[in-house]
């Protein structure tokens, strides 16, 4: 029972345009939410979060929106670069002892010059 | 760098043996993670340590698995009689005990089982 998804397994995206990578959860019970990007042959690197007291967060080119009644959280990158280039992993977890993380199979994002 | 760091980065080995990776985290952070990816999946939680006690260790997929961390530190993943279906990307990562789950990975070791 896969309790983080995200269905698009790879997006293409322009430079300079939009990308819109999206997540759907199943767990009520999660109440933080985090996006990591991962290159190949390399770890995870943490992105941006958020809370569910929240539901926008931004970091720079970077924009995280939670609709907690959806269960659905998206990652806008605005402008995409080719830089952006890699996977993109969406998480998510309770704020229980453990802060284990629950990870979508991640999307592969492409940024074409 | 400060960072998570992992060996080996590659790990070769021949079905049914025993096979140790290992993990450093980034110093002062409390809290230790285990997880792995296979091919085409998502990041697999295994294990969690806070100190040097595991309070979870639900991801464990078999009784061949074991974990263990010394001194509030280094962590040792071990892999006995490993399978084929072993073979997959073991991600480490640490955090600061309470800052939400803002985990700090290292750059994996990527283990084939022939």
């Known amino acids: 029972d896969q309790q983080v998804k995200q269905n698009s397994p790879s997006l293409s995206v322009q430079e300079g345009r939009i990308s819109i990578l999206n997540c759907d959860y199943t767990n009520s019970m999660f109440d933080y939410f985090l996006w990591y990007k991962k290159y190949p042959a390399e770890g995870p690197t943490f992105l941006i979060s958020i809370s569910s007291i929240k539901d926008k967060n931004e970091d720079g080119r970077f924009t995280v929106f939670l609709n907690k009644s959806a269960k659905h959280l998206s990652l806008h990158i605005v402008p995409s670069q080719p830089g952006d280039s890699a996977v993109y992993f969406c998480?998510?977890?309770?704020?229980?002892?453990?802060?284990?993380?629950?990870f979508g199979t991640g999307t592969l994002l492409a940024v074409q010059p | 760098g400060a960072g998570v760091s992992q060996s080996p980065s590659n790990k070769v080995t021949e079905k049914g043996k025993d096979v140790e990776l290992r993990c450093d985290p980034i110093s002062g952070h409390t809290a230790l993670y285990w997880y792995r990816q296979s091919l085409g999946q998502g990041l697999e939680f295994l294990i969690y340590f806070q100190g040097n006690s595991a309070p979870d260790k639900s991801g464990l997929p078999s009784d061949r698995f074991s974990a263990e961390r010394t001194g509030g530190s280094v962590s040792t993943l071990t892999i006995q009689r490993t399978q084929q279906e072993d073979s997959a990307v073991y991600l480490c990562?640490?955090?600061?005990?309470?800052?939400?789950?803002?985990?700090?990975f290292g750059p994996g070791t990527r283990l084939l089982v022939l």
């Open positions: 990562a640490s955090s600061v005990y309470g800052t939400g789950g803002t985990q700090y």
């Open positions: 998480a998510a977890g309770t704020g229980g002892a453990t802060n284990k993380l629950i």
